[in-house]
């Protein structure tokens, strides 16, 4: 057999055992996995129809224990880590609470978490694509930020969020479809009347105040249902009625307005959201 073919397939035997090699490490290695003492909870209360997912990202805390061999890259990456929970839909209001955990090892590999990233998830229909998703997060700072949150003297400090569906036509589908937008609002659940300014709901902590602490996430759906795009339905007594758009594919509405049907789950709709205008 020729000589370079036989270096070839050594080459690749001794990769297939390294790689084999080190997928038995990683499995010995994962049942060494543990998370920490320290941790703090996740609370709250969500509407109907709606999820959580909550995902924590963990940093290394010992870096020279914390490489791994990458062979898609061919070289030594640091060692991530994440625990992620979900609370699943309900179909009504329902309450939750989650553990998260701040701190968490792996063999030698020491981390601390950093970040919890937030996918509030709702469902408007049966389809499966009648969802969509809004993001927040939690932010876990080495010391406490400059203005940071208090929490209350029972350690609870609660965040305020709406949701809000915005309607258009869903360009795959070609039917009416929604996108979620959930908001921060203050004490008195206000929002700022200019949606270009409203925040993502979340809020930064340092790392040493949140042990044994509970952030509550109070999350409401808001009343009212509003066009995704300005000006591209116009709203009347019988709903919201869609507007054709101007010449060269602009979003808002001719002037004067001329309007147009939509599909709506199957049906040829005129308004939203009953379909077809009532008679007086």
Same mark, same amino acid.
């Given at each position: 057999?020729?000589?370079?073919?036989?270096?070839?397939?050594?080459?690749?035997?001794?990769?297939?055992?390294?790689?084999?090699?080190?997928?038995?490490?990683?499995?010995?290695?994962?049942?060494?996995?543990?998370?920490?003492?320290?941790?703090?909870?996740?609370?709250?209360?969500?509407?109907?129809?709606?999820?959580?997912?909550?995902?924590?990202?963990?940093?290394?805390?010992?870096?020279?224990?914390?490489?791994?061999? !990458?062979?898609?890259? &061919?070289?030594? *990456?640091?060692? #991530?880590?994440? %625990?992620?929970? /979900?609370?699943?839909?309900?179909?009504?209001?329902?309450?939750?609470?989650?553990?998260?955990?701040?701190?968490?090892?792996?063999?030698?590999?020491?981390?601390?978490?950093?970040?919890?990233?937030?996918?509030?998830?709702?469902?408007?229909?049966?389809?499966?694509?009648?969802?969509?998703?809004?993001?927040?997060?939690?932010?876990?700072?080495?010391?406490?930020?400059?203005?940071?949150?208090?929490?209350?003297?029972?350690?609870?400090?609660?965040?305020?969020?709406?949701?809000?569906?915005?309607?258009?036509?869903?360009?795959?589908?070609?039917?009416?479809?929604?996108?979620?937008?959930?908001?921060?609002?203050?004490?008195?659940?206000?929002?700022?009347?200019?949606?270009?300014?409203?925040?993502?709901?979340?809020?930064?902590?340092?790392? !040493?105040?949140?042990? &044994?602490?509970? *952030?509550?996430? #109070?999350?409401? %759906?808001?009343? /009212?249902?509003?066009?995704?795009?300005?000006?591209?339905?116009?709203?009347?007594?019988?709903?919201?009625?869609?507007?054709?758009?101007?010449?060269?594919?602009?979003?808002?509405?001719?002037?004067?307005?001329?309007?147009?049907?939509?599909?709506?789950?199957?049906?040829?709709?005129?308004?939203?959201?009953?379909?077809?205008?009532?008679?007086?």
């Amino acid at each position: 057999m020729n000589r370079l073919i036989l270096l070839g397939l050594a080459a690749i035997t001794l990769t297939g055992c390294s790689l084999t090699g080190h997928l038995a490490k990683e499995g010995a290695l994962s049942l060494t996995e543990r998370n920490g003492r320290e941790h703090f909870t996740l609370a709250g209360e969500l509407p109907a129809n709606f999820m959580l997912q909550a995902t924590t990202k963990y940093a290394p805390l010992t870096p020279e224990h914390c490489k791994v061999y !990458d062979y898609g890259l &061919g070289r030594e *990456v640091m060692r #991530d880590g994440y %625990e992620q929970e /979900e609370t699943g839909y309900r179909d009504r209001p329902h309450e939750f609470k989650l553990k998260i955990p701040l701190n968490k090892s792996i063999g030698l590999c020491r981390m601390e978490a950093y970040q919890v990233s937030l996918l509030i998830r709702g469902r408007y229909g049966e389809k499966d694509w009648q969802t969509h998703r809004a993001l927040g997060g939690i932010g876990i700072a080495a010391t406490r930020p400059q203005g940071a949150p208090e929490f209350s003297a029972e350690g609870v400090y609660t965040m305020r969020g709406y949701c809000t569906w915005l309607f258009q036509i869903n360009k795959l589908y070609l039917e009416l479809g929604k996108a979620l937008s959930c908001s921060e609002t203050d004490e008195t659940w206000q929002l700022d009347p200019d949606f270009g300014k409203r925040r993502s709901i979340g809020d930064t902590f340092g790392r !040493d105040e949140l042990p &044994g602490k509970t *952030v509550y996430l #109070d999350i409401r %759906e808001y009343p /009212e249902e509003q066009p995704f795009y300005s000006n591209s339905w116009i709203r009347f007594p019988s709903g919201w009625k869609l507007c054709q758009p101007k010449e060269g594919g602009w979003i808002g509405c001719q002037e004067p307005p001329v309007f147009k049907t939509f599909l709506m789950d199957g049906q040829e709709c005129t308004v939203y959201p009953n379909c077809r205008e009532q008679p007086e």
